[in-house]
T-cell receptor, first 111, second 115 residues
Framework: GQNIDQPTEMTATEGAIVQINCTYQTSGFNGLFWYQQHAGEAPTFLSYNVLDGLEEKGRFSSFLSRSKGYSYLLLKELQMKDSASYLCAVRGSGGANNLFFGTGTRLTVIP | EAEVAQSPRYKITEKSQAVAFWCDPISGHATLYWYRQILGQGPELLVQFQDESVVDDSQLPKDRFSAERLKGVDSTLKIQPAELGDSAMYLC?????????????FGPGTRLLVL
């Protein structure tokens, strides 16, 4: 089976740094994705990790440890527009290479 | 910038009625996915197409849901009859392949409310 855990909600202050954690237990692993989803909108791609380590992309960074089944998304210099849900998704290693999503972490950025 | 198109954006229907959703993936993307996202949860895969062929429909409630991608381009997802529990966001996504590293790009979704 697939099990992906994320905190349900987080609150952080504008200009600060926030780390959103994701732990997973899946049958096979072929990469981990982070998506941002504003309320009522479609998920948009943020980052992809398949090897251990940190991937940096502007204000956003994502880290992966395959041995620990663990990833985090780091958001720096928070802006009000970063208030959204952040979805962790793991791609299995079956033939269809499907994505399994966590329930998402709702981040609220306050002034 | 190429986008995944979906229509309608919103649909309200009564239970036992039939509904259909349409998706046009990014040009050249061979793989198309339909997801269902219940409020407060992550998307769950319903069906995956590679060109016109179904790759995975193991989570599709086949007694009431059907999906097709006849020419390997756009796709239609149908529910007949709709039930109250089908109220959700239906998301279409596409990717250029399935080797494992292609990113899935999502359309704006169709929000379905069944009364």
């Amino acid at each position: 089976g697939q099990n992906i855990d994320q905190p349900t909600e987080m609150t952080a202050t504008e200009g600060a740094i926030v780390q959103i954690n994701c732990t997973y237990q899946t049958s096979g692993f072929n990469g981990l994705f982070w998506y941002q989803q504003h309320a009522g909108e479609a998920p948009t791609f943020l980052s992809y990790n398949v090897l251990d380590g940190l991937e940096e992309k502007g204000r956003f960074s994502s880290f992966l440890s395959r041995s620990k089944g663990y990833s985090y998304l780091l958001l720096k210099e928070l802006q009000m527009k970063d208030s959204a849900s952040y979805l962790c998704a793991v791609r299995g290693s079956g033939g269809a290479n499907n994505l399994f999503f966590g329930t998402g972490t709702r981040l609220t950025v306050i002034p | 910038e190429a986008e995944v198109a979906q229509s309608p954006r919103y649909k309200i229907t009564e239970k036992s009625q039939a509904v259909a959703f349409w998706c046009d993936p990014i040009s050249g993307h061979a793989t198309l996915y339909w997801y269902r996202q219940i409020l407060g949860q992550g998307p769950e895969l319903l069906v995956q197409f590679q060109d016109e062929s179904v790759v995975d429909d193991s989570q599709l409630p086949k007694d009431r849901f059907s999906a097709e991608r006849l020419k390997g381009v756009d796709s239609t997802l149908k529910i007949q009859p709709a039930e109250l529990g089908d109220s959700a966001m239906y998301l279409c996504a596409s990717s250029s392949g399935t080797s494992g590293q292609e990113t899935q790009y999502f359309g704006p979704g169709t929000r379905l409310l069944v009364l």
